[in-house]
């Protein structure tokens, strides 16, 4: 399953289909990776009418990876801009998501006075 099959794509403004294209190639190519759980949840894309705006595009996803909501974030000066950095956004909180459920934090044993596992050097002398 391709990101484009399980996020809706949604455009607010002037968008034109190619910079939309653009953009979730860039999105869809984040989630290509080997090893990075499936995504689903809403892209949407920002064209601001405002012509003094300095960064007139901008993004915003909302994604569901790996059982965790995901929210990422762009505003960049052009669509192309846009699509990459999104992409690279989207990859990094990706394989942070993914990286922390794998490994997700766990206490040390406890030491072997208190019960854990005793080692070669728990401190206790054997008697010779």
């Known amino acids: 399953m391709t990101i484009r099959d399980a996020?809706?794509?949604?455009a607010q403004g002037e968008v034109d289909e190619e910079a939309l294209g653009y953009v979730r190639s860039k999105v869809?190519?984040?989630?290509?990776?080997?090893?990075l759980p499936p995504a689903e949840g809403t892209l949407t894309v920002v064209r601001a009418a405002a012509p003094h705006v300095r960064r007139p595009w901008s993004a915003t996803a909302r994604l569901l990876v790996a059982g965790t909501v995901v929210v990422v974030h762009a505003e960049e000066p052009?669509?192309?801009?846009?699509?990459?950095?999104l992409e690279d956004r989207?990859?990094?909180?990706?394989e942070a998501e993914a990286h922390r459920t794998e490994?997700?934090?766990?206490?040390?044993?406890?030491?072997?006075?208190?019960?854990g596992p005793a080692g070669s050097d728990d401190g206790s002398r054997s008697a010779t």
Do not use: K, N, Q, Y
Request: aromatic share 6%; proline share 8%; hydrophobic share 40%.
């Open 28 to 35: 869809d190519a984040a989630f290509e990776r080997l090893g």
């Open 78 to 85: 052009t669509a192309h801009e846009l699509g990459d950095r």
């Open 103 to 115: 490994t997700a934090r766990r206490s040390a044993a406890p030491p072997p006075w208190r019960g």
């Open 90 to 94: 989207v990859r990094a909180r990706a």
């Open 7 to 10: 996020v809706r794509m949604r």
